[in-house]
């Protein structure tokens, strides 16, 4: 598993070089101008917002870890739960996805799974965050379903979903696949295939969102059901 950095590289970094370079543009624009240039300020505005959003991730981690805290994954090895957010928010922000997109990864089962609620994490993130979390979250009706089931109606949900939501979903179906295919025997080969492809579901109503992860899961599918086959 890839280690997730705390530092603003990935999306945060490539949007802090877009910055930059356009504040470099419009003062370079107001020096033929004969006006006076405005990159000093802008590029401090520019590390301001950027350590805001450091701020904002780091918090974003510790509100998941401190929501988590004993819950374990699937399987012997008893892996902590959080190592599964920060897989997902890795793979969302390698793809580029935006600050919301990446906070919203890190969080995206604290309400289903752990007592945190929607109207905490508003507060804590802002109103869009809290928008993607619920579009990733289950209705709590849907607990006592067939995993099949579940899964279709959590691909039908995602379809209308905003891009950044169906990241998320993609890059979280990528980790739960993986998660298979480096432990395989926490699976009978028949219950981890059929997870794999109630998984493929939920990725392909998810769309064309990134390359980057679609890439990823293809690359996790095949990953999963050749371990399963090899230890079933």
């Known amino acids: 598993m890839r280690t997730v950095r705390l530092e603003a590289t990935g999306a945060f970094g490539l949007a802090t070089s877009g910055l930059l370079w356009t504040a470099a543009q419009r003062g370079w624009r107001r ?10 300020s802008l590029r401090a505005r520019t590390q301001w917002e950027r350590r805001l959003a450091e701020r ?22 008893g892996t902590p739960y959080i190592n599964h957010p920060c897989e997902v928010a890795d793979l969302v922000a390698g793809a580029g996805g935006a600050r919301a997109a990446v906070i919203a990864a890190v969080l995206h089962d604290t309400v289903e799974d752990t007592d945190l609620d929607l109207g905490a994490i508003e507060v804590a993130f802002g109103e869009e965050v809290a928008a993607l979390i619920g579009w990733l979250t289950d209705p709590e009706d849907w607990g006592p379903l067939p995993r099949h089931e579940r899964k279709r109606r959590q691909a ?8 950044a939501a169906r ?25 981890g295939r059929a997870y794999v492809e109630s998984a493929a579901v939920v990725a392909a109503a998810c769309g064309d969102v990134a390359p980057e992860l679609q890439a990823a899961f293809r690359a996790a599918h095949t990953a999963a059901l050749d371990r399963l086959e090899a230890v079933g």
Do not use: F
């Open 56 to 77: 904002d991730l780091t918090a974003a981690y510790l509100m998941a870890a401190r929501a988590h805290a004993g819950q374990r994954r699937k399987g012997a090895a």
């Open 31 to 40: 020096e033929r101008c004969g006006l006076r240039s405005g990159v000093g």
């Open 156 to 163: 039908d949900k995602i379809r209308g979903a905003p891009v």
């Open 167 to 191: 990241m998320v979903k993609l890059a979280d179906q990528t980790a739960n696949v993986n998660d298979i295919a480096r432990n395989p025997s926490a699976w009978t080969p028949a219950d």
